[in-house]
């Protein structure tokens, strides 16, 4: 059974600084891997869609990069703003099934 | 396209009573999936249309759910005698075809709020 995991939880730093989300997943048995935006009480906001055949994608400032081999993830996120304040969801596209698997999430939180 | 549309986007209901949530994908989309979020917690999938025919369904859903899609277009997610336990947050997702492949990702709406007092 796939199980994705996401470290922090929770993350609070003061605006400006660059930080870093993880995630990881069990089996590396996945086509697509994609990162979400999700403000309180709200639906989800995709960000990036990394296929199985690339092993980073760009917007803005953010950057995700994707290791099939060790079951890894992170979003990079630089030059943190107040409005980045959110939680973010990492997803996976399971091999042989018709599903995402989510993570918890990590809420963050940034100090103006 | 307006996306994935859902209504209502929260009711409120007493321990007990039915609800029913209403979901329309993007238009040309033949898959739809309902997830359920948890407060704190990631969402979980639930079940998932082919057209008009539910193809698979999660044991998260117990029989007193059930979600139908009658015309292959909008679908419907009915809870009936709700529980406390039953607050979440519902999710709605579609797709232009399966996930198999890896070439086809998932809309989602912006979701239905259930609180069940």
């Known amino acids: 059974k796939q199980e994705v995991t996401q470290i922090p939880a929770a993350l609070s730093v003061p605006e400006g600084e660059n930080l870093v989300l993880n995630c990881s997943f069990t089996d590396s048995a996945i086509y697509n891997l994609q990162w979400f935006r999700q403000d309180p009480g709200k639906g989800l906001t995709s960000l990036l869609l990394i296929q199985s055949s690339q092993r980073e994608q760009t917007s803005g400032r953010l950057n995700a990069s994707l290791d099939k081999s060790s079951g890894r993830s992170t979003l990079y996120i630089a030059a943190s703003q107040p409005g980045d304040s959110a939680t973010y969801l990492c997803?996976?596209?399971?091999?042989?099934?018709?599903?995402?698997?989510f993570g918890q999430g990590t809420r963050l939180t940034i100090n103006p | 396209d307006t996306g994935v549309s859902q209504d209502p986007r929260h009711k409120i209901t007493k321990r007990g009573q039915n609800v029913t949530f209403r979901c329309d994908p993007i238009?040309?989309?033949?898959?739809l999936y309902w997830y359920r979020q948890t407060l704190g917690q990631g969402p979980e999938f639930l079940t998932y249309f082919q057209n008009e025919a539910q193809l698979e369904k999660s044991r998260l859903l117990s029989d007193r759910f059930s979600a139908e899609r009658p015309k292959g277009s909008f679908s419907t997610l009915e809870i009936q005698r709700t529980e406390q336990g039953d607050s979440a947050m519902y999710l709605c997702?579609?797709?232009?075809?399966?996930?198999?492949?890896?070439?086809?990702?998932?809309?989602f709406g912006a979701g239905s709020r259930l609180t069940v007092l």
């Open positions: 997803a996976v596209y399971i091999q042989g099934a018709q599903k995402l698997v």
């Open positions: 997702a579609s797709s232009l075809g399966g996930l198999l492949s890896g070439a086809n990702v998932l809309t």
């Open positions: 238009s040309e989309h033949n898959r």
